[in-house]
């Protein structure tokens, strides 16, 4: 890990924030085997700790893939899903998009366009952080664990151009340590 990285959330904050979600999941979606379809890769963290916490049944645990062109901190413009469950799992479901970070909400609202298609019983948004000041489409975020500002983090799934994801923390780059952030 390079020094400069700076820790923003703490392995315990986050399992705070974790633990938060889970509880809210269990409330709303008590006795209704929910979905969850966490987008990859970023979320395969976020997803392993939160079914791990919440108690209610869940129906099944799947992940969608969408790509979005460029390396780097920032974000195409567009995105395309190269993987998506089978749709006869998903028609008529309750579905939890499980996210690690929105950002420009560009990705998500790829992602739910392509699981709506599908005829989901609902479709609610589930994410570990939101940096709702880069949003550059709205979308419906039902479930946020942390809201923080425009500031490119790595660690706990999230990476910078493929690493860091490993890390337990989440750790904020300086800008200009990595070229990219606009
Ligand atoms: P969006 O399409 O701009 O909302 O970006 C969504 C995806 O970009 C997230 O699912 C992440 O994979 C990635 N992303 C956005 N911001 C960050 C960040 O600060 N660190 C790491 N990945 C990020
Ligand atoms: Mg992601």
């Given at each position: 890990?390079?020094?400069?990285?700076?820790p923003?959330?703490?392995?315990?904050?986050?399992?705070?924030?974790?633990d938060?979600?889970?509880?809210?999941?269990?409330?709303?979606?008590?006795?209704?085997?929910?979905?969850?379809?966490?987008?990859?890769?970023?979320?395969?963290?976020?997803?392993?700790?939160?079914v791990?916490?919440?108690r209610?049944?869940?129906?099944?645990?799947?992940?969608?893939?969408?790509?979005?062109?460029?390396?780097?901190?920032?974000s195409?413009?567009?995105?395309?899903i190269?993987?998506?469950?089978?749709g006869?799992?998903?028609?008529?479901?309750?579905?939890?998009?499980?996210e690690?970070?929105?950002?420009?909400?560009?990705?998500?609202?790829a992602?739910?366009?392509?699981?709506?298609k599908?005829r989901?019983?609902?479709?609610?948004?589930c994410?570990l952080?939101?940096?709702?000041s880069?949003?550059q489409?709205?979308?419906?975020?039902?479930?946020?664990?942390v809201?923080?500002p425009?500031?490119?983090?790595?660690?706990?799934g999230?990476?910078?151009?493929?690493?860091?994801?490993?890390?337990?923390?989440?750790?904020?780059?300086?800008?200009?340590?990595?070229?990219?952030?606009?």
């Open positions: 890990m390079e020094n400069s990285f700076t923003w959330l703490s392995p315990g904050e986050i399992g705070a924030a974790v938060r979600l889970a509880a809210e999941l269990d409330r709303d979606y008590e006795g209704r085997m929910p979905v969850l379809v966490g987008v990859l890769t970023g979320s395969f963290m976020f997803m392993a700790d939160l791990r916490r919440m209610v049944p869940i129906g099944r645990v799947d992940f969608i893939k969408a790509e979005s062109y460029g390396a780097g901190q920032t195409s413009g567009n995105a395309s190269i993987y998506s469950p089978p006869p799992a998903l028609a008529g479901r309750t579905l939890v998009v499980v690690d970070i929105i950002d420009t909400g560009i990705t998500t609202t992602v739910l366009e392509c699981l709506g599908h989901p019983e609902s479709m609610e948004v994410a952080l939101d940096k709702p880069r949003r489409v709205e979308v419906p975020v039902k479930y946020v664990g809201t923080i425009d500031r490119f983090v790595v660690g706990y999230m990476d910078l151009d493929q690493r860091y994801r490993e890390l337990p923390g989440v750790f904020y780059i300086p800008q200009g340590e990595a070229p990219g952030q606009a």
